[in-house]
């Protein structure tokens, strides 16, 4: 089936640096992308979101790109803090294959990171 | 702001034994989803309930099911657990079934020995 990937597991940052995360996708379906953060024991927490009708989104200190062409999409992290270390899931949100007015939501594999003082 | 409250936080069973988690969405939020993220995995859909019926289906287990109560909380009932079973299961909460906007619960970490 289809699915949503990412391509490092893991992303190790200095502290005021800029941290980048990348994620691919399969569904071009798909017409709506989120970035999560999870903190060690917590649940995923909402970063931002994207519509597949836009190529980027800014919020603050983080800036989410998207690429249809190539089905990519990026979380930019600015001035990367302490604070930021957690494990950053993109996910996707496509149409049920069996229809109905409910879409559903697919997690990627996460990539942890870390940031360094 | 009130978020989704899961119970127990922590949960150890033996193989065999059954378990029943608990969520309990953001108030007027009347869809849960719920979710099951091994170690050092993603999270993976199990099931979802808008206005206490079944709206989608996902990587379920037979031996694993859930209603959505008159209150909208839901459980999640496990039966004849295995070891496999051992992960965080994370329940999100949304309004009128919007699938774009869940808010997670902090997770409920089911041990499994």
């Known amino acids: 089936g289809e699915s949503v990937g990412l391509h490092l597991p893991t992303l190790s940052v200095q502290e005021g640096d800029n941290s980048i995360i990348n994620c691919a996708y399969s569904n071009s379906a798909s017409d709506y992308f989120i970035w999560y953060k999870q903190e060690s024991g917590k649940g995923p927490q909402f970063i931002i979101d994207?519509?597949?009708?836009?190529d980027k989104r800014q919020g603050q200190r983080v800036t989410v790109l998207l690429n249809k062409t190539v089905k990519h999409l990026s979380l930019q992290i600015a001035a990367t803090q302490p604070g930021d270390s957690a494990v950053y899931f993109c996910?996707?949100?496509?149409?049920?294959?069996?229809?109905?007015?409910?879409?559903?939501?697919?997690f990627g594999k996460g990539t942890l990171l870390t940031v360094n003082p | 702001a009130a978020g989704v409250i899961q119970s127990p936080r922590h949960l150890i069973k033996e193989k065999r034994e059954t378990a029943t988690l608990k969520c309990y969405p953001i108030p007027r939020h009347d869809t849960v989803y719920w979710y099951q993220q091994g170690p050092g995995q993603d999270p993976q859909f199990l099931i979802s309930?808008?206005?206490?019926?079944?709206?989608d289906k996902g990587s379920i287990p037979d031996r694993f099911s859930a209603q959505q109560f008159s209150d909208y909380h839901s459980e999640l009932n496990m039966s004849s657990l295995e070891l496999g079973d051992s992960a965080l299961y994370f329940c999100?909460?949304?309004?009128?079934?919007?699938?774009?906007?869940?808010?997670f619960g902090p997770g409920t970490r089911l041990t499994v020995t």
């Open positions: 994207i519509r597949s009708n836009m």
């Open positions: 999100a909460s949304s309004l009128s079934g919007n699938s774009y906007e869940q808010y």
């Open positions: 309930f808008y206005e206490k019926m079944q709206s």
């Open positions: 996910a996707e949100i496509s149409p049920r294959n069996s229809g109905g007015s409910n879409y559903k939501l697919t």
